[in-house]
């Protein structure tokens, strides 16, 4: 694999570095772009790979952004490591941006007020919802309140919002990666096989 590690990480590092990267968020979107430009796959496929990476990052779906553009790859025939790699424009410098965007573009075409779903109120009802699933859990050892009603505002006033406002910045934003990425991915291949084979006449002239 192309990201397989030698010596495997701690949870915790894995952690840290999916957050922080060791060398840097800058650093790290380069050396992604390396690693696409050298797939060996077809520039339709990677920068395929590359959109449903981006447009999966806009889904309010957290903690399944991997998973997700992994099944999409799958089905769509897209290059996978294209895809995973796509999913990096999603991380903790570019959410509250894409959070932010998403929620002011969904409440607008759903005709509500954007000032009632700024970020200071999406933490809270994220805080208020998982303290009812925490509840709730609770509940099935008689501990705790079962009472999950209140998930359906969460749903109704923060989920639905940002499902239509990510799934709209997605697609804009998938759209261009793709058309971005594919004419790079096409120049790249050209010109390494051009290299090689420079390469291989100059090898065979001195053999």
């Known amino acids: 694999m192309v990201f397989k590690r030698r010596n495997k990480l701690h949870w915790v590092e894995t952690l840290r570095s999916y957050v922080l990267p060791r060398a840097g968020w ?17 520039p339709t496929r990677i920068a395929r790979g590359v959109a449903f990476g981006i447009f999966i990052s806009f889904s ?26 796509g999913t990096a424009i999603g991380n903790p410098l570019t959410f509250p941006f894409i959070i932010g965007a998403a929620l002011k ?11 009632e779903h700024d970020l200071k ?37 923060v ?19 793709f058309y971005i990425t594919k004419p790079i991915i096409v120049a790249y291949q050209k010109l390494r096989r051009k290299n090689l084979a420079k390469k291989a006449k100059k090898k065979h002239s001195e053999g």
Request: cysteine-free; hydrophobic content about 55%; charged content about 15%.
């Open 159 to 177: 989920m639905l919002p940002y499902a239509i406002g990510g799934t709209l910045l997605g697609l804009a934003f998938a759209f261009a990666g």
């Open 105 to 115: 573009i969904g409440t607008f075409v759903l005709g509500r007020d954007p000032a």
């Open 60 to 85: 309010p779906l957290f903690g399944f952004h991997i998973v997700l553009a992994v099944l999409m790859a799958k089905v769509m025939r897209a290059n996978l490591i294209a895809s995973l790699a």
């Open 121 to 157: 109120h999406v933490g809270h009802a994220f805080r208020e919802a998982f303290r009812a699933i925490g509840e709730a859990f609770k509940a099935l050892f008689g501990f705790g309140n079962g009472d999950l009603s209140g998930l359906g505002a969460f749903f109704s006033e």
């Open 26 to 42: 800058r650093r790290t979107l380069v050396y992604l772009g390396h690693r696409l430009r050298r797939i060996p796959d077809s």
